[in-house]
């Protein structure tokens, strides 16, 4: 019987932290006395280093991954009239800067076994308008890109990655981020390369697309005062980016320790009926930002929200504590009523938002406290 000591937490950022604690407060220090906040050559190198991992010639960094995005709609000269199709299983930032930039997103429904895009049901969703695909790595696992990038390539539809939970993820022996025309990261501090704030970057190899996005960052300006369009304030600070630095050379350390944690939930949860597990796709190799289960009812054909979350309620109540990512499919939220989807239409997508429960996952969860959720789970299930 598994003895319950602490409550395990969702994810904790602070454990990571306190391994680097001594090199972070070194380089904050450092920038802080040098007056230099905004740019310069910390950030710089930080997008040097990015480009380097990622095995691309650029990389434009910016204050958040929903910016990176919408930067890179931008780029590619997305807007009013066009349509962009995109997954509805994942957070609302991906299709609400389609929309922000006045083009329509069309979603399309996923595969459940991965949790992403159905890349087989994207050509019966192109139409005149389509200009281009956002794919989502969702929860740190790689989209079949060679399937996207041949209906890409067939059509002359841009690609842009939403690689907002899967820094280091690979498909077919590149980094995702490198394979589309750009690639869209998050900094935000849950993610497996997490800054300390917000923070965001941009990949890319066509150096166009990245003087383009540095304009488009910079208020449209590349001379100070003189500007060419209408573009944002969206800056990545120098502290962010000195503490950037400092994590990425950790990240595939981090990444293979959530690789050998996701490998250990696998083989303490395959046999338990009642609940499905996240599957990876030949020629992916994932980063596991989220480790996502399916609860089916037991047995029964699908379970229901109400139920999933009784489930929850039951983990927490054993010291074993889960997220819902995501509870609601983006083509049934109030905000997109008028974009006409209906209940039914997507149904992949809506039967998988009424079942997963995201496990506890970071770098530093110890075996024990894996066996504890474990346990709850199985102690939670009726």
Not at 43 to 55: I, L, N, P
Not at 245 to 273: E, F, G, S
């Amino acid at each position: 019987m598994i003895q319950r000591v602490n409550s395990v937490p969702a994810f904790d950022i602070k454990q990571q932290y306190a391994t680097i604690e001594a090199e972070v407060r070194a380089a904050v220090l450092e920038v802080l006395s040098s007056g230099r906040y905004i740019g310069g050559p910390i950030v710089e190198d930080f997008e040097q280093q990015f480009a380097a991992y990622h095995g691309v010639t650029e990389c434009v960094a910016c204050n958040s991954g929903t910016d990176a995005l919408y930067l890179a709609l931008r780029a590619l000269d997305i807007g009013a009239g066009d349509e962009v199709i995109t997954t509805p299983f994942t957070f609302i930032a991906t299709a609400e800067v389609i929309s922000t930039t006045g083009a329509k997103p069309v979603f399309v429904d996923i595969d459940q076994t991965t949790y992403n895009l159905d890349v087989l049901q994207i050509p019966a969703a192109i139409t005149s308008r389509t200009k281009a695909i956002i794919p989502v790595h969702l929860f740190g696992q790689p989209v079949d890109m060679t399937g996207l990038m041949a209906i890409a390539r067939l059509h002359n539809l841009g690609v842009i990655e939403d690689c907002a939970q899967s820094t280091g993820a690979m498909w077919d022996g590149k980094k995702v981020g490198s394979i589309g025309q750009i690639g869209c990261f998050s900094f935000y501090p849950t993610k497996n390369l997490g800054a300390c704030g917000d923070g965001g970057a941009m990949t890319t190899n066509d150096p166009a697309i990245a003087a383009r996005l540095r304009l488009l960052r910079e208020h449209g300006s590349q001379t100070r005062y003189i500007h060419e369009e209408v573009g944002v304030n969206s800056r990545l600070d120098s502290i962010q980016a000195a503490i950037l630095q400092i994590k990425l050379r950790y990240l595939d350390i981090w990444n293979h320790q959530r690789q050998q944690l996701a490998n250990n939930y696998y083989q303490l949860l395959n046999q338990i009926l009642g609940v499905i597990l996240p599957q990876e796709l030949p020629g992916g190799i994932g980063v596991w930002n989220q480790y996502t289960i399916r609860i089916s009812g037991n047995g029964r054909n699908g379970a229901s929200a109400k139920y999933r979350d009784s489930v929850r309620v039951r983990m927490q109540e054993q010291g074993a504590n889960s997220m819902v990512y995501y509870p609601r499919p983006l083509h049934l939220q109030p905000v997109y009523q008028n974009l006409g989807y209906e209940i039914g239409q997507l149904p992949q997508a809506e039967q998988v938002s009424h079942e997963v429960i995201s496990l506890p996952m970071f770098p530093e969860l110890t075996p024990q406290q894996q066996q504890q959720v474990v346990f709850a789970l199985k102690n939670s299930l009726v």
